[in-house]
DNA sequence: GTGGATCATTATCCCAGGTTAATGACGCCG
DNA sequence: CGGCGTCATTAACCTGGGATAATGATCCAC
């Protein structure tokens, strides 16, 4: 494990979409880092059903939690970007209920053992935030099940793909007309429960019927209301996320 | 609202699933009680998009959190059992994403709007409490995920079941060989992503099988190993849980 | 006791999406 | 260079589960 980055400097805090820090909090956060964590694409970062697991900040990179049936059937339960929070679930359970995998080179800020009981009885706005954070990864997690439960899989996708396009510019990943989208059909057919062939077939309608362009990896959205509408896709506005 | 009943003549806390409580976080809780909401059956007890709601937990009876589609295509979430939490997500983001619905009359405690902050600055262990219910739930959506995006129909349905199952009893709602189980087969359909019909031809495949007793709201498994299987459907064992 | 809800049940029909398989396009390694 | 693994793509075929509709059984309210 690296050293931990110095917090004053991180790259994400000054974006928009995450509320602002007073400099006690921000040292006690820094204070609770013990290092940053490097995984490759692929790489297992937490594996389902480990017993001891560490809280983690995603810094940078891509990964998604996941769920397996013992035949091997997979279910993506979401993707994280970063500013997202990971590892909660295994703090508090006993054992993690899921998996976690890098889609790229990862980077985490890790937090120490005793962050957690530290934060919520020292720092109560921090403990807060946490509660918020976990709330908040619960409110994606509702709409997925909305989405593979009563979606069509031409909704499903659009939807998917709007989400995901959002909530990359929220982590400052808008390059020139476009995000980087790290994920294989495979891993898109996983999110939604749909098969891979579908969900080629899917996105070759939304290409041809000039709703998105996506090559290489890269993907760009012409008109977000159409997609919308395509997907039945509205989110309420984001409120300013806490960052730890 | 009724005013509140006495936390030291709870019900539900001596039940064994429930962690137990210092003498000081009952008082703090019962502190925080502004009294208790009654519901009819089918009425709404948090509307979709509400702005401000106010945290309860479930007392007696059963709920469910749903979300809909413009068009009326419903998802059930996950449903509300006593000793459940309810409401955080409206408390800590602007507007409820979600709605909830009550199955049986049901009784609620009801938090003043000042109690998260409280708990979190002046009782670190209730703070923990609430984040670890707020964990636990998403958990329990996580499982949905997987259920309704790659388990088969027959899969779907008893894993339901027994889930529904284990967990009434958690509640002490255990009697006589089977729980009472307020849901019409539309509720099952919803919250399993499938149609009413075909619900209903999957519970006679599973009562001619001889797995389930299910009738007027009486469900009873013979056994439960066996429609675990049919589900593929294993929980880890349960740690108790904190009740608010 | 009769008209109208709601709910369970069954049958008929049919399609959205699964399954299998074959083909290419790359990228990587020896 | 040649073999291999991963991905995307398409075609052919088929099935799990959706849609629609009809029939009863209760349980009201009037």
Redesign the interface.
């Known amino acids: 494990m690296e050293p931990a980055l110095p917090c004053a400097a991180c790259p994400l805090r000054p974006l928009p979409d995450f509320k602002p820090v007073t400099p006690t909090e921000l040292a006690s956060i820094y204070d609770a880092k013990v290092g940053q964590r490097l995984c490759a694409a692929g790489a297992t970062i937490l594996a389902e059903g480990q017993v001891a697991t560490r809280v983690y900040t995603l810094l940078k990179g891509w990964a998604f ?1 996941f ?1 397996t ?3 091997g ?3 993506i ?1 979401n993707f994280l970007l970063p500013g997202d929070l990971l590892g ?2 295994g703090e ?4 993690l ?2 998996g976690v995998e890098a889609l790229t080179p990862v980077n985490l800020c890790a937090f120490g053992s005793d962050a ?2 530290r934060f ?2 020292r720092h ?2 921090i ?2 935030d ?3 954070l ?6 994606l ?6 989405t ?4 069509t899989a031409m909704e499903r996708v659009a939807a998917l793909l709007v989400h995901l396009y959002k909530r990359a510019a929220s982590a400052g990943l808008i390059e020139t007309s476009g995000i980087q989208l790290p994920l294989t059909q495979m891993h898109i057919a996983d999110a ?2 749909l098969s891979v062939v579908h969900t080629n077939r899917v996105l070759q309608r939304l290409r041809k019927g000039g709703f998105i362009r996506l090559e290489d990896q890269r993907l760009s959205i012409g008109d977000l209301q159409a997609m919308r509408r395509v997907g ?1 896709y509205w989110e ?1 506005p984001a ?1 300013r996320r806490p960052l730890l």
């Open positions: 939690r769920k049936l013992e035949d059937r997979r279910q339960l909660l679930q508090l359970h006993a054992a209920p899921h957690l009981p919520f009885s109560p706005s403990a807060l946490i509660t918020w976990s709330a908040h990864e619960e409110r997690v509702d709409d997925v099940v909305l593979v439960g009563r979606r939604l429960g039945r309420e409120p």
